[in-house]
Nanobody, 115 residues
Framework: QVELVESGGGLVQAGGSLRLSCAAS????????MGWYRQAPGKERELVAI???????NYADFVQGRFTISRDNAKNTVYLQMNSLKPEDTAVYFC?????????WGQGTQVTVSS
């Protein structure tokens, strides 16, 4: 079992920045990748970024160099630095931990970008 706790969401003006954090606990040895998804009202959940245990990364096209995912294996924490935020980035952001058996999700953190 893996537990994920997210933090760092909030309200920011367009062009601003936020840093999301997701701390993992429990069977962390089983995690091989962690990442972030988001879900806006009325839309499906979509990938934002993902990072492997070896720090290989993959980003959604809409990130366009604005977001950076990183991972501190010693702290079992994954981060998402979001810069140049746009109103269309408004969504609930969910942390993901992938293991060989199943995916685990955090409870989500709200990010609201005002114009």
């Amino acid at each position: 079992q893996v537990e994920l706790v997210e933090s760092g969401g909030g309200l920011v003006q367009a062009g601003g920045s936020l840093r999301l954090s997701c701390a993992a606990s429990g069977s962390i040895f089983s995690i091989y990748a962690m990442g972030w998804y988001r879900q806006a009202p009325g839309k499906e959940r979509e990938l934002v970024a993902i990072i492997s245990s070896g720090h290989s990364t993959n980003y959604a096209d809409f990130v366009q160099g604005r977001f950076t995912i990183s991972r501190d294996n010693a702290k079992n924490t994954v981060y998402l630095q979001m810069n140049s935020l746009k109103p269309e980035d408004t969504a609930v952001y969910f942390c993901l931990a992938q293991t060989s058996f199943r995916n685990y999700w955090g409870q989500g953190t709200q990010v609201t970008v005002s114009s």
